[in-house]
């Protein structure tokens, strides 16, 4: 029989304690969540658990780190086994590579409550930075494969990749509120569920192969049109009012 060493329970209980953390964070946030109750939920003292784990903040990174850890290995994964694939085939696994890491991952929760509440301190930097890199990386070079075939246009690989990974997250925390007798939205969920499912892969996949694929237009549109102020009085034409003078003075 194979025992255990100390090296290997002390890691099991790290792996316990961030389980634990991880459902308070995603529950309560970090303001919410006490580290007293973190540690009731593990069955321990908060003394034994700032053994193991340091203190709140350190816990909280930890957990913000191992989720983003997680989801950077199915993103590397995705790149490496990617290019004998077509720019299509690429553009759908990487959709659906985002969708199954919002979906297995408490990400979305943890992360993106403290986004909306505007409460970015306790937020690894680097982690994020390298995790958004990897996303624009992988979108970049999908673009640029479909521009080199002549089957996509160029996009803005950053927003590309944060318009993708949103409509899944975003999908996860509300679509479970919405009612499915709803008159509008209701057919909307009785058709992609309230989870993450194939269809609403397809469904992000083909929007965003129409978005792609849209013809170049020979004049670029105005982002924005210049509008006077209501306050601003009109400019008067330079010559009108001394060639109607002159004509009088004849």
Not at 46 to 56: C, F, H
Not at 179 to 190: N, P, R, T, V
Request: aromatic share 10%.
């Amino acid at each position: 029989m194979k025992r255990s060493g100390p090296n290997n329970k002390r890691q099991e209980k790290i792996d316990h304690i961030l389980k634990k953390a991880t459902e308070a964070f995603s529950q309560k946030g970090y303001d919410g969540a006490s580290a007293d109750d973190i540690a009731t939920a593990a069955g321990m003292s908060k003394r034994s658990m700032y053994y193991y784990m340091g203190d709140k903040n350190t816990l909280y990174r930890a957990v913000i780190e191992e989720i983003d850890s997680g989801a950077k290995a199915e993103l590397k994964k995705t790149m490496k086994h990617s290019d004998t694939l077509t720019p299509h085939e690429k553009l759908y696994k990487y959709i659906n590579a985002v969708a199954q890491i919002v979906k297995n991952n408490e990400i979305h929760s943890v992360i993106i409550r403290e986004l909306l509440s505007n409460n970015t301190s306790f937020l690894p930097q680097c982690s994020v930075e390298e995790s958004l890199g990897l996303i624009c990386k992988f979108i970049d070079e999908t673009i640029e494969d479909g521009v080199k075939e002549n089957v996509f246009i160029r996009a803005n690989p950053m927003v590309s990749g944060v318009m993708i990974r949103s409509v899944f997250v975003y999908w996860r925390i509300i679509a479970c509120h919405i009612d499915k007798k709803s008159e509008y939205y209701g057919q909307y969920i009785a058709k992609y569920g309230t989870d993450i499912s194939d269809a609403l892969v397809d469904e992000v996949y083909r929007m965003f192969i129409r978005i792609l694929s849209e013809p170049k237009s020979k004049a670029a549109p105005k982002i924005k049109p210049k509008i006077r102020p209501k306050n601003r009085p009109r400019p008067r034409p330079r010559y009108r009012y001394r060639y109607r003078f002159i004509l009088k003075a004849k």
